[in-house]
């Protein structure tokens, strides 16, 4: 079966740095999506890596390896709106799109 | 803006008395799903169009229905709510269903079924 893992939750400090991983097994591959979802909202896209590597985007940068099914989200320079769920979502080789069921980041002042 | 809008925002139905949410958009995209979520799980594909094929997911319950009148516009309807679909209800859209192609999403419809 096609499965993501992520830890459930997660607590860091505004200003510090936080890092959300993400394992995979997935027929094939075709790119890894990050979503924030705040709370009764709706995902919002935040990076998508289809190569080894980390992409990087202000405040926020996306690793890949794909031999290692893992991927991991590193938040630098928390704010307390960072407070919210991210999801890892991969595409498989039928360009399916699987979820994982996210990590609700908790950031305390 | 270009954007992915859900009515209505939150619906509350008695157990077995039909709903229809809607989801339109403004970007042109082909392709719009139609997911269900409950709390602290990740989304659930029930189905999606790829402009007008229609692609239903194995284990989504006949109570489900959608249609797609036209490339702006599509509805969920839900024949005969049960407890057990009380979720929120997410209309996504792509320009296409492959590679670096991002899912936009609409705010959500919140179904409380009682």
């Known amino acids: 079966g096609q499965n993501i893992d992520q830890p459930t939750e997660m607590t860091a400090t505004e200003g510090a740095i936080v890092q959300i991983n993400c394992t995979y097994q997935?027929?094939?591959?075709?790119?890894l999506f990050w979503y924030q979802q705040h709370a009764g909202e709706a995902p919002t896209f935040l990076s998508y890596?289809?190569l080894d590597g980390l992409e990087e985007k202000g405040r926020f940068s996306s690793f890949l390896s794909r031999s290692k099914g893992y991927s991991y989200l590193l938040l630098k320079e928390l704010q307390m709106k960072d407070s919210a769920s991210y999801l890892c979502?991969?595409?498989?080789?039928?360009?399916?799109?699987?979820w994982g069921a996210g990590t609700k980041l908790i950031i305390k002042p | 803006d270009a954007m992915v809008i859900q009515n209505p925002r939150y619906q509350v139905t008695q157990f077995g008395k039909p709903v229809t949410l809607s989801c339109s958009q403004t970007?042109?995209?082909?392709?719009m799903y139609w997911y269900q979520q409950k709390s602290s799980q990740a989304p659930k594909l029930l189905f999606h169009y790829y402009d007008k094929d229609f692609n239903n997911e194995a284990d989504t319950p006949d109570n489900f229905q959608s249609r797609r009148p036209n490339t702006s516009f599509c509805f969920l309807d839900i024949r005969s709510p049960g407890l057990g679909d009380a979720a929120m209800y997410l209309c996504?859209?792509?320009?296409?269903?492959?590679?670096?192609?991002?899912?936009?999403f609409g705010a959500g419809s919140r179904l409380t079924v009682l």
């Open positions: 979502a991969v595409r498989d080789s039928n360009y399916q799109l699987i």
């Open positions: 890596n289809v």
């Open positions: 970007l042109n995209h082909n392709v």
């Open positions: 996504a859209t792509s320009s296409d269903r492959s590679g670096a192609n991002v899912l936009t």
């Open positions: 997935t027929s094939g591959f075709n790119g």
